[in-house]
């Protein structure tokens, strides 16, 4: 026969004890560095962000996947009930991603009050952007002659194995 589980009282002694409270001390203070060097890095990120005009010599397909992935990462742990530190953490940064694909793209939002309904705009680019975006696309063509025979090799290997 089993025994019956300890009174609450036993149990929640033995959490306080001396090695509990140094690792959940040291989990606080990890999730508190982790806080607070997060909002300086978004809010760097922003001031960065905030005042560009232009986006010479910026990827905006990097920028684009950055905001795809970080998004993807957001829904992962918001799937699989992470910490709320760190969920608040990578949703603030998804937030900030898609905030810059707009930067990148343009995007302006209008109001038309006769028609009631709102329309987008994306804005123009300059030479200078025209030049940055003829050498990204080069510049990914490279890596993707680089990274589909890794792709296709792994997923012969995963088939061959099975």
Request: net charge positive; with cysteine.
């Amino acid at each position: 026969m089993s025994q019956p589980p300890p009174p609450l009282t036993t149990r929640r002694c033995s959490y306080l004890s001396d090695e509990y409270i140094w690792r959940f001390a040291l989990m606080q203070a990890i999730s508190l560095a982790h806080a607070v060097l997060a909002g300086l890095a978004f809010k760097n990120d922003v001031g960065f962000w905030k005042g560009r005009e232009s986006v010479a010599g910026l990827s905006s397909r990097a920028v684009a996947f950055n905001a795809f992935a970080s998004s993807v990462i957001f829904l992962y742990l918001a799937d699989y009930s992470t910490s709320l530190v760190v969920l608040a953490t990578a949703g603030c940064g998804a937030l900030v991603d898609i905030w810059k694909v707009t930067k990148v793209l343009k995007v302006s939002l209008a109001w038309d009050h006769g028609l009631r309904r709102g329309f987008m705009a994306f804005g123009g680019q300059s030479e200078a952007e025209r030049a940055t975006a003829a050498l990204d696309a080069t510049a990914l063509d490279a890596v993707a002659l680089a990274v589909w025979p890794l792709v296709v090799g792994e997923r012969n290997s995963k088939t061959a194995r099975t």
